[in-house]
């Protein structure tokens, strides 16, 4: 009880001083650094917001005087998770359908955003802070191309003040070949679907009429859909594709070679059957979820288990995505149930911080402990990739400790109390 009043006392004291001084140095916590690497006893220096230097404290000269010092020993630190795939800001709860605004009527909707449409104030955000996730990729769903996310830090009032990226990309649902069966267990393919080409020319068609929108005379008139795609062709944006079986993937990578697209594919289990079409093609992956089932019943029980380890192997890149909305706090255990089967703890941590980073382009400001990155991080009590162990005691956005209460664990408190076991 006395350790945990102490941590609650600190907390309130970094939250009353934040603003008083952006100098900080973290002392003699254990650094995983999110590039593969840790620092058993670690200094860390932070200053304006960025992290001025980091390096081992048993060797280190430095005058403290200039600093807040926080000891840290018997602690761990790692770089902020980032959520890629999600609806956070866009959905709050899942049967309640009034608070969905996450998708538009209609198949081809390149120009809807989903930056203006994000909730600041959602009841999940504080749940996913208290779990060490600080960034979202905030996601549109539905029709072929549903439009395009933004990417957000979790610590602002609203969408002007969360926003890193205002449009990181289009998000394209790839027709399904067939009609699925949920039982429950497993996914079976049912009946094939007879609009599957169609569907797929619709695509196709409209990036040939818009890359010649595009290519024409200003003197046209607007079309906001075509326009929308202009970054998307010239590859200054990413396509993220959502794509299922194996053989729809590699129609989807077909179609981003066609048109030489800056592209990503979201996809499942069936990934594992196509590696070296993957490698080749030299494009990132986002996974979604391991803790899951296999697609199909003939499929090993580990195959999803043991796909990030296999990815790493291949050479692949690839971040570990969790799924929609309240599920997002299980983030970090997605990527540490890879560890059982193969991947190593680092590369797991890695797959939620730095890979996540690369797959945006933010690779020199997130993802990782480094000289000149943004201060962005999480403090923990054990080991954030076990759920036996998960301890999450302090976290930092751009340099500011941030305050890790939320609704359900004043419900915990709240009934402890109630049962007198506090």
Known sequence: ?????????????????????????????????????????????????????????????????????????????????????????????????????????????????????????????????????????????????????????????????????????????????????????????????????????????????????????????????????????????????????SSEILNALSFIKDFNLNAVLVCGPEVALIKPQIKEAEIPIILDRVLRLPNNRDAAINQVYSLPSELKKEGILFAIAAQETWNQRNLAFHAGSAVAYGLSKEEALESITLSPAKILGLEDQLGSLEEGKVASLIISNGDILDPMSNDIFLGMIEGKFISLNNFQEELGRKYLKKFGIE
Request: aromatic share 12%; with cysteine; proline share 3%.
């Open 1 to 245: 009880m006395r350790v945990v009043f102490t941590y609650i006392i600190l907390t309130l004291y970094l939250l009353i001083n934040a603003q008083e001084s952006e100098r900080y140095l973290l002392w003699g916590g254990q650094a995983h650094i999110g590039n593969g690497k840790v620092i058993p006893n670690s200094a860390i220096g932070i200053e304006d917001g960025h992290i001025s230097f980091v390096a081992d404290a048993s060797i280190i000269r430095i005058d403290t005087s200039s600093f807040k010092v926080i000891y840290l020993e018997g602690k761990e630190i790692y770089p902020a998770l980032i959520a890629l795939n999600t609806q956070i800001g866009l959905k709050e709860i899942d049967q309640v359908r009034q608070s969905h605004d996450f998708q538009e009527t209609g198949l081809l909707n390149p120009n809807i955003r989903t930056l203006s449409s994000f909730n600041g104030e959602s009841q999940i955000i504080p749940t996913l802070i208290a779990c060490g996730i600080l960034y979202v990729q905030s996601c549109p769903k539905g029709g072929l191309l549903s439009g395009k996310s933004a990417f957000f830090k979790l610590n602002e009032w609203n969408w002007e003040e969360a926003a890193v990226i205002q449009e990181d990309g289009l998000h394209i649902n790839w027709p399904r070949q067939h009609h699925y069966h949920y039982w429950h267990w497993s996914v079976e393919r049912g009946r094939k679907n007879k609009n599957y080409q169609k569907n797929v020319d619709a695509i196709t068609s409209f990036f040939h009429e818009s890359k010649a929108y595009n290519a024409s005379k200003p003197s046209l008139e607007t079309n906001l859909k075509y326009a929308a795609l202009n970054p998307i062709i010239n590859g200054k944006q990413k396509v993220f594709i959502h794509a299922y079986s």
